[in-house]
């Protein structure tokens, strides 16, 4: 089956800095990579998808980068703000349409 | 809010017993899906229904099992539970069972066996 691996587990960053989280995937036949932000106490929300026909797609302050060959997909955060601060995970969707989730990465950014 | 809504918030059981978890999907979506999420954990999947009939598997126990029913809510039962078994467990919900479909999360619901 598909293994997500997500680094860092933890980010600390200063107000206004950029954040780079990034993940790997196992299986070449997943084609769809969503990010979600998970608040404390809430229920996770996505903030950006990708499809695997696109190498990059960009939201505001939040990007997202594809690489097919090498099986790795990044979120990227610019001008981060403290209401970033959050747990974001990356997930890839196989074939089988299961969605598999990284570890998670702690972000923090101290204002 | 999401639309997707799960009952209860909170469920406190004692090792052994058996409980029930519900969820409402967003008016229209046909695709449930079921997550546990341990404490500092990632979000492991449980199980997809789609329109009453399940479609893949994840990491789920024996002692766990799911149903959708006709008017699309989802049930997931924890039986013999474990000290271990305690988690926050998520329901989402996405309209069709395609590939690119976004899943809206519900609330959650927080089960501690003690």
């Known amino acids: 089956g598909e293994n997500v691996e997500q680094h860092p587990s933890t980010l600390s960053v200063q107000e206004g800095d950029s954040a780079v989280i990034k993940c790997t995937y196992s299986d070449s036949a997943s084609n769809y990579f969503p990010w979600y932000k998970q608040e404390l106490g809430k229920r996770p929300q996505l903030i950006i998808d990708?499809?695997?026909?696109?190498g990059e797609k960009k939201d505001q302050r939040i990007a997202v980068t594809l690489n097919k060959t090498a099986k790795h997909f990044s979120l990227h955060i610019t001008e981060t703000q403290p209401e970033d601060s959050a747990v974001y995970f990356c997930a890839a969707k196989d074939a089988g349409n299961m969605l598999t989730f990284g570890g998670g990465t702690r972000l923090m950014v101290k204002p | 809010d999401s639309g997707v809504t799960q009952t209860p918030k909170h469920l406190i059981t004692a090792t052994g017993q058996r409980v029930t978890l519900r969820c409402s999907p967003r008016?229209?979506?046909?695709?449930v899906y079921w997550y546990q999420q341990s404490l500092d954990q990632g979000l492991q999947f449980l199980i997809h229904?789609?329109?009453?009939?399940?479609?893949a598997k994840g990491n789920i126990l024996e002692r766990f099992s799911a149903q959708q029913f006709p008017d699309l809510h989802s049930e997931l039962n924890l039986s013999s539970l474990e000290l271990g078994d305690s988690a926050l467990y998520f329901c989402?919900?996405?309209?069709?069972?395609?590939?690119?479909?976004?899943?809206?999360f519900g609330p959650g619901t927080r089960l501690t066996v003690l």
């Open positions: 008016s229209g979506d046909l695709s």
């Open positions: 229904y789609y329109n009453g009939e399940e479609r």
């Open positions: 990708i499809r695997s026909n696109v």
């Open positions: 989402a919900s996405s309209p069709v069972a395609g590939a690119y479909n976004e899943q809206f």
